[in-house]
């Protein structure tokens, strides 16, 4: 049965479309969807252009692990929508799903775009409405306020949520307009930073003309009380690729806390450091420092010239001092990438201000999921699942909060 009820939900992202069918298929409330960009849902395109990755399926404790200092209030989203929870949705919309050699879940397709279209499909058959480009403005007199081609336009709903991304993307919809609306309006919100993002380096103009674009692998990089396996590539102006964006949090809080900070890489992560000395102390001969490092240590190619950038001649002609920064190598970063380049955010709506349902404390009816809010979490589909989840929590909230429960 259908109601009198209508449900405005602004942003047409993951939180927003999984609220959407929780309210209109299992409540058969009057839900609208209002975007701002000219179609929903185009950084879930976007995220699926170099193959959709939608979760994880390593255990459940580690995946909540994930969150950092937010897994307890995300795994409370998870509690009642996980990783294998998202995985039957996905197939109950004629989506099979695989897990790739590292753990990671695909559709099988690898594509975003027919999950996309399927579950667009089915929310309209439940009776959604959608309404783009209308960008949400804030309130008067109670109302939801939106820009629109035709002029402004005042909604009123019996509730509303908020589920308007966070600020990387901007080009996409995700950029952080609603911040100073949020803040004018009493909320707290702390400020938007980069997540998942690249950083910058001082490289010298020989190594950057030389160096940018190629990929350092495998190595072990260390950040903080973070440690991780794999490679990265080095751009013009510093770092980027998954390896730094698995520890782009402990680097970027790291700047911001002391003004500085750097990567630690192991360059020769299969050999020890008393191998790589016993070994470089051999003599040269006629060899050139490359050769040596070559037939010695195995490191050529863009590892040599990171330690001939970063280590002073000193050390170079030392065994012992060599072998040390090939273990140990300090690459120091000077700052993030922009916001609007990084994969996703941090900062957003502070959890102080939220109810455990995803209500604002002073706003009563008006909620908020997604990336919005002030969690992140690293690159493998943790942040698509816990978005899935926040807008399935926000819903359930909604039908507990309704006067008559709805």
């Known amino acids: 049965m259908t109601t009198t009820k209508r449900i405005a939900i602004v942003g047409g992202g993951p939180a927003g479309l999984m609220a959407a069918e929780v309210l209109s298929a299992e409540a058969g409330l009057r839900v609208d969807i209002y975007d701002a960009m000219p179609s929903v849902g185009r950084k879930f395109l976007m995220a699926g252009k170099g193959g959709m990755n939608i979760t994880h399926s390593e255990p459940l404790a580690d995946f909540v692990g994930r969150y950092g200092a937010r897994a307890g209030l995300v795994g409370h989203w998870l509690d009642a929508f996980g990783p294998q929870a998202l995985r039957d949705w996905i197939h109950g919309l004629g989506i099979d799903t695989f897990i790739g050699t590292s753990g990671r879940v695909f559709p099988t397709d690898m594509k975003a775009a027919p999950l996309l279209r399927a579950w667009l499909h089915r929310l309209r058959g439940q009776g959604v409405h959608f309404h783009v480009r209308h960008r949400w403005l804030g309130w008067r007199d109670g109302q939801l306020r939106f820009a629109t081609p035709a ?40 400020a938007l930073k980069p997540a998942n993002c690249g950083f910058d380096v001082d490289w010298s103009p020989y190594f ?190 909604i039908l507990d909060w309704l006067p008559d429960g709805a």
């Open 208 to 397: 950057r003309e030389r160096h940018a674009g190629q990929a350092v692998k495998p190595v072990l990089a260390t950040a903080g009380a973070q440690t991780r396996q794999g490679e990265f590539n080095i751009t013009e102006g510093g770092l980027e690729g998954g390896l730094i964006y698995a520890l782009a949090a402990e680097l970027r809080d790291a700047l911001a806390r002391d003004g500085r900070a750097a990567l630690h890489l192991d360059l020769a992560p299969g050999r020890s450091l008393e191998r790589l000395a016993a070994d470089l102390a051999r003599p040269r001969g006629r060899d050139s420092l490359a050769n040596h490092l070559r037939r010695r240590a195995g490191i050529e190619g863009v590892k040599a010239a990171l330690l001939r950038e970063l280590c002073p001649p000193e050390t170079l002609a030392s065994a012992s001092a060599l072998a040390a920064a090939i273990k140990d190598l300090p690459v120091p970063v000077t700052a993030t990438r922009p916001l609007d380049e990084a994969i996703s955010s941090a900062g957003g709506v502070s959890f102080a201000a939220l109810d455990d349902q995803l209500m604002l404390r002073g706003m009563p009816g008006v909620f908020c999921a997604g990336e919005m809010l002030d969690w992140e979490a690293p690159t493998g589909g943790y942040l698509l699942t816990a978005c899935f989840a926040s807008g399935r929590v926000a819903a359930r909230g």
């Open 151 to 190: 002029g402004e336009l005042a909604v009123a709903a019996d509730a509303a949520l908020l589920a308007v991304g966070g600020g990387s993307w901007a080009r996409l919809g995700s950029d952080g307009a609603w911040v100073p609306v949020l803040r004018d309006a009493g909320v707290e919100v702390e």
